[in-house]
């Protein structure tokens, strides 16, 4: 009797045993073949529109996929992605994750293992190719790049006539020709030619990329600022800008946005993404037109071509990763029509080259008097010099802040640089 219930509890054993090895494989397998993707992104309106559509899109073919978009704050992604990644754990993680290119390199240096390579799940050279350094680590594809922020001159072409100049005037010209052309505009209209936040140095980092260059060398950590020619004729012309008194200063976004929809000043350069704020003031359509970006005086290789922002989709090394590649691939990697849909339901420019022959891109936009402004921000985007944004590019900035403030108040410009170098090389690892 002894020995019969011996052999019952040993096979009861077994059995438990197995059982259960063979829930862990079950739960296993289910992780890796989930048919469920989810997604960080920031902002409904823009990223998270764009992305509901590409969903909607792949489910006309793929109905067995469920996928989920979830907003977060970007300074939440940034914190969420740092806090776990760190700690070496991808339990809550997304499969799919947005990341602005001016911090992407910070990512996937410090984590390289966490992030699925997507060469081969999209061809980079359908893309801008500045967009493709920013995503790519030792020569491999991690990124898939999204939106543009090429950038343009959008004029108030009423307050030139006033001053005698056409938009032709306005074509291809340097930062000089822009001041005096802005001296003109002021004396005759009263109108100052752009707000700026002196806390916020985006119109420096506009003006260097137009001569491939930033703050940091090529290698994307060495600083670059003391013997930084481009640099240096950026600040030259922030301050020339601020001495013809042509800027009006403001200390947050919807003072920026008050600016030119109230008409107080007469140009916004900075990116395309700020289109539909500017069409959101209806009566000044007709009044507004868009020229390449102003090019560096003095700097040989600038040219009328510049970004400002942009981010770029991810695939971070968790179960799924597989079907999350190929989600964006057949998407956001490879389709003319889901470019189109996007930029016309959402505004939104991207960097696949051939979506710019489509007919949303090739529209003639009544606000700006007819101008075709997508195809016109889609070739510019073509003529972006690529840099290495490197790992610092929001710490260095905050160093040339007070460096910049320093040079206005009326130290040697290239003390200041020379300033911020050290502080750069001692702060920035």
């Not at 073919?61 to 806090?83: F, G, H, P, R, S």
């Not at 752009?194 to 985006?202: F, H, M, R, S």
């Not at 539909?276 to 009566?283: F, G, L, M, R, Y």
Request: aromatic share 10%.
């Amino acid at each position: 009797m002894k020995k019969v219930l011996a052999l019952f509890l040993v096979s009861l054993l077994l059995l438990t045993a197995c059982s259960s090895g063979s829930k862990t494989e079950d739960n296993s397998k289910t992780a890796e073949d989930s048919n469920k993707i989810t997604v960080w992104a920031w902002d409904p309106n823009f990223n998270i529109k764009a992305m509901n559509i590409a969903k909607d899109t792949y489910a006309q073919e793929n109905k067995d996929v469920e996928i989920e978009v979830i907003e977060n704050a970007q300074d939440d992604i940034i914190q969420k992605l740092n806090t776990s990644l760190s700690s070496g754990t991808t339990k809550g993680l997304p499969n799919i994750v947005l990341i602005e290119d001016y911090r992407a390199q910070g990512f996937l240096q410090a984590f390289p293992d966490m992030f699925h390579e997507l060469t081969g799940s999209f061809n980079a050279k359908d893309f801008a190719d500045y967009k493709i350094a920013p995503t790519s680590l030792d020569g491999k594809n991690y990124g898939l790049p999204f939106d543009t922020g090429v950038t343009g001159l959008y004029v108030r072409t009423d307050y030139l006539e006033q001053a005698g100049y056409s938009i032709e005037d306005l074509q291809n010209i340097d930062w000089d020709k822009y001041i005096e052309i802005g001296k003109k505009v002021k004396e005759v209209t009263g109108k100052q030619m752009l707000t700026q936040d002196p806390n916020d140095l985006g119109l420096i980092r506009m003006m260097i990329q137009t001569a491939g260059s930033w703050y940091l060398e090529e290698d994307g950590v060495t600083p670059n600022l003391a013997d930084n020619k481009a640099l240096k004729a950026a600040f030259e012309t922030y301050k020339k800008l601020l001495d013809a008194d042509l800027v009006k200063p403001v200390s947050d976004w919807s003072q920026f946005l008050a600016g030119f929809n109230s008409g107080d000043v007469a140009t916004v350069p900075t990116g395309n993404w700020i289109t539909p704020s500017i069409k959101a003031e209806e009566s000044q359509s007709g009044k507004w037109a868009v020229v390449p970006f102003p090019k560096l005086p003095g700097v040989a290789d600038s040219v009328n071509a510049s970004n400002l922002g942009g981010s770029s989709w991810y695939v971070l090394n968790v179960p799924g990763k597989e079907k999350a590649a190929e989600f964006l691939g057949k998407t956001f990697g490879s389709s003319v029509e889901f470019y189109q849909t996007i930029n016309t339901e959402v505004g939104a420019i991207g960097t696949y080259k051939p979506a710019t022959e489509g007919e949303a891109y090739q529209a003639a936009d009544e606000f700006f008097s007819g101008q075709k402004v997508i195809a016109d921000f889609a070739k510019w985007t073509t003529e972006i010099p690529q840099v290495n944004f490197g790992l610092h590019t929001y710490a260095i900035e905050d160093i040339l802040a007070v460096e910049a403030q320093n040079f206005i108040k009326g130290k040697d410009l290239d003390k200041a640089l020379k300033d911020a170098q050290g502080q750069a090389e001692t702060q920035v690892k």
